[in-house]
């Protein structure tokens, strides 16, 4: 009887050891094969399950965004986490709404890049910035309709 419990323990071990590696094993091919914008960074699971989707391309990293500032390039920026409801609720209408209006709207993962919410002033996700001259010139937070949206947009993007 002894024997059976630890036949019975040991293949359930094997198991659990052989499900960590084939998802170890399919997280690494998804990083390697989704051309990975945050370059060997260790990612978390919810960004992992989104680098495939085309909604969160265009990502701005870190370096790259205070340079962008910095230079007085005018710049939109969506910073979003990827385990927040109110960011997958508004991706899904944003993203789209943002390529009909031309904007080259970039995105910042602040799950992955969470120190970047101080120096950005970010409080909250989902928020959308745009910054001119190296100041912000417009700032809308939390889940809105579409409209909203739209009206940042052609308030501080499109009219540029």
Do not use: W
């Amino acid at each position: 009887m002894q024997k059976k419990i630890i036949a019975f323990i040991g293949v359930v071990v094997l198991l659990f050891a052989g499900l960590f590696f084939v998802i170890e094993y399919k997280n690494n091919e998804t990083v390697e094969n989704s051309g990975n914008p945050y370059g060997d960074k260790q990612l978390e699971q919810s960004t992992i399950d989104q680098l495939d989707d085309p909604n969160y391309g265009n990502q701005i990293l870190p370096d790259e965004l205070s340079e962008t500032i910095e230079s007085g390039e005018p710049v939109t920026v969506y910073f979003y986490s990827p385990e927040c409801v109110y960011c997958q609720n508004t991706t899904p209408y944003l993203v789209p709404l943002a390529e009909d209006n031309n904007v080259d709207m970039k995105k910042m993962n602040v799950l992955e890049f969470s120190d970047q919410m101080a120096q950005y002033g970010i409080e909250s996700t989902p928020t959308l910035v745009h910054y001119k001259d190296g100041e912000e010139q417009g700032r809308i937070v939390g889940q809105r309709p579409e409209g909203e949206f739209q009206q940042f947009f052609d308030q501080y993007v499109v009219a540029e």
